[in-house]
T-cell receptor, first 117, second 116 residues
Framework: DTAVSQTPKYLVTQMGNDKSIKCEQNLGHDTMYWYKQDSKKFLKIMFSYNNKELIINETVPNRFSPKSPDKAHLNLHINSLELGDSAVYFC????????????????FGNGTRLTVT | AQKVTQAQTEISVVEKEDVTLDCVYETRDTTYYLFWYKQPPSGELVFLIRRNSFDEQNEISGRYSWNFQKSTSSFNFTITASQVVDSAVYFC?????????????FGRGTSLIVHP
């Protein structure tokens, strides 16, 4: 009964390719996120999305795009992959009353390690 | 803009030592929320605690305790009698509302290594 699941866990691909990472949450949450964790472990927000609003970190290249077919899914598409895209990508979700509700932390998936060669 | 600073990049201790991980934050909002997450070597991010800005009561959970001080904008995390299983990267994070961004901003993390 995984709460936030990402696939694949590992992704190895060559420069210039297009790839997608899938994320699904079964918590009934309203908002989903993508974070990028670089080699120095820095966690940086890329996107936040609910059914009303997409918030994009302005530093994210437009080669990255989130796609949400429904409230439970937020996939990450990456075009023309570059070496610098190698990182661990985390999907997360939060309920409507985040962060004000005591019992509503951000729930993370287990991450997708992307390696671009 | 919100900001979280974890000045300690790496801490190395011997088992049974107490260790404190520092977290200093910056925000213009009067209502905000602070979090700690643990990332063990297996890589997942595990939620540890959430604290809101109007609750300065310190919290203890087993060997873990958190000291929230608004006067110094700090939310420090102490592990008492550390164990090898505590070895992980620990992240402090901040969310703001209603005027700021609810999207959590993370510090750069502190890598804790506990030697047997």
């Amino acid at each position: 009964d995984t709460a936030v699941s990402q696939t694949p866990k590992y992704l190895v691909t060559q420069m210039g390719n297009d790839k997608s990472i899938k994320c699904e949450q079964n918590l009934g949450h309203d908002t989903m996120y993508w974070y990028k964790q670089d080699s120095k472990k820095f966690l940086k927000i890329m996107f936040s999305y609910n059914n009303k609003e997409l918030i994009i970190n302005e530093t994210v290249p437009n080669r990255f795009s989130p796609k949400s077919p429904d409230k439970a899914h937020l996939n990450l598409h990456i075009n023309s992959l570059e070496l610098g895209d190698s990182a661990v990508y985390f999907c997360a979700s939060s309920p409507r009353d985040f962060p004000s509700s005591y019992n509503s932390p951000l729930h993370f998936g287990n991450g997708t390690r992307l390696t671009v060669t | 803009a919100q900001k979280v600073t974890q000045a300690q990049t790496e801490i190395s201790v011997v088992e049974k030592e107490d260790v404190t991980l520092d977290c200093v934050y910056e925000t213009r909002d009067t209502t905000y929320y602070l979090f700690w997450y643990k990332q063990p070597p297996s890589g997942e991010l595990v939620f540890l605690i959430r604290r809101n800005s109007f609750d300065e009561q310190n919290e203890i959970s087993g060997r873990y305790s958190w000291n929230f001080q608004k006067s110094t904008s700090s939310f420090n995390f102490t592990i008492t009698a550390s164990q090898v299983v505590d070895s992980a990267v620990y992240f402090c994070a901040l969310s703001e509302e209603p005027g700021g961004s609810y999207i959590p901003t993370f510090g750069r993390g502190t890598s804790l290594i506990v030697h047997p």
